[in-house]
């Protein structure tokens, strides 16, 4: 178990460029989760995903940002025309079935917008 | 609409001594409450968790209490180490789909 994976660990862009993440869920981790984490704050949900399907986007997941989960493995996050206000910590979570209600962290990719 | 409140942005205890994080929330819907700890550059790390039927999950050093009549839960950690000092957060599941929604934090500072 090599946990969750998250790649690049730092990006920077300028604004008005795209961008990719990378996320990496635990195997066989059927639920993945993206969250966007600004200084001072907590964790705020972006969307959710079971095995390949999306089912939940969060209000702050604008028509710039799209996720993928194609083969229910791997999910990327793209963010197209990246601005200043896109700059924080994309952290990226799994959890399974089983009993317990806990998700797993990744390292998140903190991203700067110049 | 901050469903989830930490109204302590910080706190500083003894090592050896108690710590007591506190937290506050709105919707009396949550199924689970859950405590995470941060260190900087790494991601959320789970410490324990708590079911909406129950009022008290003890784990090692570490119990969480729940009061749902005041929608309040604390994390109570004994004893208090160094290596505790870290940002703690206070998270609720949400819905079917099981997403988490986090206060904003408390740091946790331990001095030997």
């Known amino acids: 178990d090599t946990g969750v994976s998250q790649d690049p660990r730092h990006k920077i862009t300028k604004r008005g460029q795209n961008v990719t993440f990378r996320c990496d869920p635990i195997?066989?981790?059927?639920?993945l989760y993206w969250y966007r984490q600004t200084l001072g704050q907590g964790p705020e949900f972006l969307t959710y995903?079971?095995?390949?399907?999306?089912?939940?986007k969060s209000r702050l997941l604008s028509d710039r940002f799209s996720a993928e989960r194609p083969k229910g493995s791997f999910s990327t996050l793209e963010i197209q025309r990246t601005e200043q206000g896109d700059s924080a910590m994309y952290l990226c979570?799994?959890?399974?079935?089983?009993?317990?209600?806990?998700?797993?962290f990744g390292p998140g990719t903190r991203l700067t917008v110049l | 609409d901050q469903q989830v409140k930490q109204n302590s942005p910080s706190l500083s205890v003894q090592e050896g001594r108690i710590s007591i994080l506190n937290c506050d929330y709105t919707?009396?819907?949550?199924?689970?409450f859950l405590w995470y700890k941060k260190y900087p550059a790494e991601g959320p790390t789970f410490l324990i968790s708590?079911?909406?039927?129950?009022d008290k999950n003890e784990d090692g050093r570490f119990t969480v209490f729940l009061n749902k009549s005041a929608k309040h839960l604390s994390l109570h950690i004994v004893p208090s180490q160094p290596g505790d000092s870290a940002v703690y957060f206070c998270?609720?599941?949400?819905?079917?789909?099981?997403?988490?929604?986090f206060g904003q934090g408390t740091t946790l500072q331990v001095k030997p």
């Open positions: 979570a799994s959890t399974g079935q089983g009993p317990g209600v806990e998700q797993f």
């Open positions: 195997s066989e981790h059927n639920r």
């Open positions: 995903f079971q095995n390949e399907a999306q089912l939940e």
């Open positions: 919707n009396s819907m949550f199924d689970y």
């Open positions: 708590i079911s909406s039927i129950k």
């Open positions: 998270a609720a599941l949400s819905g079917n789909t099981g997403k988490l929604i």
